[in-house]
């Protein structure tokens, strides 16, 4: 799991295809640690952007461990668990929601509620309610994770990060923008020191940066921030990548607000083709940037 947890998921890739295809030769399709396997493979696809592959993946693993371990084993809740998250980032968030709610409740009950696992399916609830602008709901959770796993896990714990980062970004979209900076400032100094520059979280924290420095006007910071984050994103991540796509699409609005309006407006079509054709027609961040594209296009013939 290092390469995975490096963010190095091309290579974790081909590791885990050659283990998963070893496995169900000399295991069977249904053993534990195939099953593992193909769960792991199907996690390094989402983090890949290849949604659709996690998606077919996840349903199989979820069903055999429900068939072979039981419903509430924990293996089981995980890859429920795992299923309901490549639901959020299809944009499917009442199915993600649905399921999050009844694995969170069976974790805590059957793992207690401080267990890693329990505070990771409140964490990913709370983004469910983030993405659905539910954002009280969603700040209730991620205090009591972040407080939580500061004192379990410990202040430098990479899911410590990640409940610091998700709770800031809940303060940005509630205009609490000093709050939210320095937070954000904070994951991601730590995020450079314990994963390094380039780590898919680190860069995430720096693009949530970049976005309150947005909201406060800062565009100059905020430029700075986005194109070093896009750029590494499609040198790291490839320029297709659902991530590297968010960077464009944030990019084009602080160019908007900075005056750079041919910029903007070229930036914000290409994220707007790229969305279609990786995300599909239907998916909130694709319809979302379609809409920003013709209302820029209405104001320039205005």
Same mark, same amino acid.
């Given at each position: ?53 996690? @998606? ?122 000093? @709050? ?42 905020? @430029? ?79």
């Amino acid at each position: 799991m290092c390469l995975y947890q490096e963010g190095r998921w091309n290579e974790a890739e081909r590791a885990f295809v050659q283990v998963m295809e070893t496995r169900k030769r000399v295991l069977g399709p249904e053993h534990p640690d195939t099953l593992t396997s193909m769960a792991n493979l199907a996690s390094t696809y989402r983090n890949k952007g290849r949604w659709d592959e996690a @998606e077919e993946l996840e349903v199989q693993v979820m069903e055999t461990r429900k068939r072979v371990l039981g419903p509430e084993h924990p293996d089981t809740l995980t890859s429920m668990a795992n299923l309901a998250s490549t639901y959020r980032n299809k944009g499917r968030w009442d199915e993600a929601e649905e399921l999050e709610v009844q694995v969170m409740e069976t974790t805590k009950r059957v793992l207690g509620p401080e267990h890693p696992s329990t505070l990771t399916r409140m964490a990913n609830l709370a983004s469910t309610f983030w993405n659905k602008g539910r954002w009280d709901e969603a700040e209730e959770l991620e205090v009591q994770v972040m407080e939580t796993r500061k004192r379990v896990l410990g202040l430098e714990h990479p899911d410590t990060l990640t409940s610091m980062a998700n709770l800031a970004s809940t303060y940005r979209n509630k205009g609490r923008w000093d @709050e939210a900076e320095e937070l954000k400032v904070q994951a991601m100094e730590t995020r450079k020191r314990v994963l390094g520059p380039e780590h898919p979280d680190t860069l995430t924290s720096m693009a949530n940066l970049a976005s309150t420095y947005r909201n406060k006007g800062w565009w100059d910071e905020a @430029e700075e921030l986005e194109v070093q984050v896009m750029e590494t994103r499609k040198r790291v991540l490839g320029p297709e990548h659902p991530s590297t796509l968010t960077s464009m699409n944030n990019l084009s609005f602080t160019w908007k607000a900075m005056g750079k309006q041919a910029e903007a407006l070229k930036l914000i079509d290409q994220c707007v083709q790229l969305r279609k054709r990786v995300l599909g027609v239907n998916h909130p961040y694709f319809l979302s940037s379609s809409a920003t594209l013709g209302a820029w296009r209405l104001e320039g013939k205005g």
